[in-house]
């Protein structure tokens, strides 16, 4: 980019890691105004007998770094561990009505939540209550409800125990509307895996990273959302492994790596590079470039050989011959164009592909978060499959999750599908009912708020209200619920949307002590990698009157659903081991041992099928799959009409927002920007810094204003900007076709200078 004329893109000019995450780090710190606590916390974080971090949801090693947690991670354990309180003396001066115009950075720099609060419609404020008469009125109240008009969100942190009951909870009282902040996330996985073969997640460990010769990593941001896979994929570019990054930003984690725990990188080194190819791809373009990639893969079989695992594909697969039809019918330039990448990247990243012995898969958001990404995600598997790269070592697919047991609630029951809970075991466990007919996951849960249906809500966790799309319409309607109810840590925007009847429940975090009958309980937790691991808490609670997620949902059901011997809420709470028989009963091919596994190091691996390349699909194969739509947006090329994708800060944990520095994408200051490419700005007549607003294609009343321009090495057509506060921009009704995961990524808008 030579042009004189145009605009400087952002940068950062540090490695991922290095100096600038300890100073990252340090600045929240300050901010969250932890106590001295949280380093001893933070040494043991992620190791057996420690805290298992509530930051995001990577593999632990069985053998841990000394320090094995990364800068993100440290910065969730501070804040959770902040010494800073939001109790009744709070509420009592801040109504709801000013309250609700401050940010998400301010509510939640209040600090922690420490009293059951009831709203009081009179004052317009939150007053003090008892937890008895919190659980009382609340069970009275929902059971004035249908059930079947409630909803139980879970937003992916609580453990698997407190996860099995609000499950149960919901099951034995009538309901299946468990979404889960998974089906905003990695439904498309669920779903879309599912279906092509035959897991609902990913199929590799975290030691095939050390076996593997070539990464495909597809639209993941693991400097920011992942930072601990910055130390195998490291050693994966040390060793020769091909990284290639599939991304329309130049993620500076994907590019180079100082180890923040070596001091030699720390100090003289260069840093590690770590992708060998960057292909910046469009938005959306995912499924044309892995068809690009798969189509030279099929000319090298043609004209050498040797390359497809004719084995694999006769013995495993389903569709095969079709789908090769329709590669070799697909011509290139239009793989050019929808990729937006030269038909020559693609075919070199197939001679890499066609020469890697392993190939792991790696996908985020970029892939999800599409009206066709389950497509993506299908295009994904197509090419893996071509070479047999599903169940072997060092091979797979492998995608991210988020929050740090999002995997683990769908594990043990939070789903919206009876068909993928054991009904019969239910039956025979709780001598309970549970209703068959399929709930509400998130996408229609806001539809029925929309719609004026959803009558009653709970969160355990989340702040729903400003994930969702539709952010606008949303928070309209959010109030008009008669009931609901935050199991939260911290106050959120999403609290400040009373209904008639509403209620803020606080509970410890995962780092604090959670004492019950007077024994220090273990949680669990299931990461990435389908491994499960104990956690225990150590730090005083930041307040007497907080109380655990298993405490809270045992006590909601309780006051909830009808008496029955069988459901011996109280007993369970007393003793978490409990809870973990009911789950190894539920579920005993997967959880057998559970409790002795557990504390082992590196967690225990509750197996997957796929892996053994035992398909669980319609056809009893693998799957071959085509796309309903060569570009995952489902846009065409209208004029004027950009893709917006909405995505994390370097200092935000979703809608928790740290700070105000993206340190990697060398941006600081606020957050309401646009990131666009200097060639559109110039097109555009519009300035760096300059305020403009992003409002819907259609015309439609959907619009963020005061947005200011960053210019950034971005693919033409394609903007960039941050998750929540440019959700009024996403239509409720653009999601994945299969799964109905929102399309966060490739939201279509239209630029107005302002
Ligand atoms: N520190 C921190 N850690 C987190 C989180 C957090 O907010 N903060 N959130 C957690 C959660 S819940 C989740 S789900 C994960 C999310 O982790 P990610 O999956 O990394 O999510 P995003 O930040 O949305 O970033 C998506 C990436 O995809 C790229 N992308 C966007 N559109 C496309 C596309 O069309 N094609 C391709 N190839 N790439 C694209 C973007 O440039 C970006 O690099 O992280 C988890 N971990
Ligand atoms: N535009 C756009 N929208 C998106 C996304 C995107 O990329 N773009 N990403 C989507 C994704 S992947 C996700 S996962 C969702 C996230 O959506 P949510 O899971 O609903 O949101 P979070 O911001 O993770 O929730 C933060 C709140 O959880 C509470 N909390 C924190 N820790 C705990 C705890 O230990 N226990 C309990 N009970 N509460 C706790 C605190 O009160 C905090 O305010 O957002 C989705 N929305
Ligand atoms: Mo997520």
Known sequence: MADDNLPQTAEYDGPVGGWGSAKGMAAVGRVAKAGPGALETLAHQNKAGGTMCSSCAWGKPAHPHSAEFCENGAKATLWDLTSARCGP??????????????????????????????YDAGQDRYVETTWDEAFQTIGAELRQLDPKKTTFYASGKAGLEASYLYALFARSWGHTNLPDSSNMCHETTSVGLTQMIGSPVGTCVLEDFEHCDMILHVGQNPGTNSPRMLHPLQEAAKRGCHIVAMNPLREKGLLEF????????????APTEIADSYLQVRTGGDIAALTGIAKHVLKLEDEQGGVLDHDFLNEHCHGLQEWMD????????????????????????????????AVIGVYGMGLTQHVHGS???????????????????????????????????????????????????LRELFDIEPPMEEGWNT?????????????????????????VPDQDRVVQ????????????????????????????????VRAEEDIQNGTNQQITIEDSFSHIHASIGKRAP??????SEVAIVAGLAAATVDANPKLAWDDWTADYARIRALIEATYPDQFHDFENRMTQSGGFYRGNAARERNWQTDSGRANFTFPRDLDATGLGDDDGVFRLMTLRSNDQFNTTIYGMSDRLRGIEGDRMLVMMSPEDMHDMGLQAEQRITLGESGGGARQVAGLRVVPYDLPRGCLAGYFPELNPLAPLDRHDMLSDTPASKGIPVRITAT
Not at 91 to 102: G, M, P, R
Not at 258 to 269: C, D, K, Y
Not at 347 to 354: K, L, P
Not at 542 to 547: E, I, N, R, V
Request: charged share 20%; glycine share 10%; hydrophobic share 40%.
């Open 542 to 547: 930041a307040s007497s009157h907080l109380k």
């Open 443 to 467: 996408t229609a849960f806001v539809q029925a708020l929309l719609d004026g249906e959803a009558q009653g809500f709970v969160g355990l966790g989340g702040n729903l209200a400003r994930a």
């Open 375 to 425: 497509d993506a995600i299908g295009a994904l598997v197509n090419l893996l499959l071509l070479r047999g790269n599903i169940g072997r070592k060092g091979a797979g697919c492998s995608p991210v999750r988020g929050h740090s047991n999002v995997q683990g609630q769908r594990t043990v029951g939070i789903s919206e599908k009876p068909k993928l809970v054991p009904n019969d075991k």
């Open 89 to 118: 003396d709070f509420f009592a001066t801040h109504q709801v009505k000013d309250l609700v115009t401050w940010s998400e950075y301010d509510l939640e720099r209040a600090g922690r939540l420490t009293h059951p609060m009831r």
């Open 326 to 357: 329709w590669v070799s019918d697909t011509p290139w330039d239009r793989l050019e164009q929808v990729s937006g990448l030269t038909r020559q990247q693609m075919q070199r990243t197939a001679v890499c592909y066609a020469q890697a012995k």
């Open 477 to 508: 309607a959010w109030g008009r619920m008669p009931l609901t109810v935050h199991v939260a840590t911290r106050l959120n925007r999403t609290h400040l949307m009373p209904g008639k009847s509403s209620w803020i429940l606080p509970c410890l």
């Open 258 to 269: 100082a180890n923040p725990q070596s001091p030699l990188q720390m100090t003289v080194a």
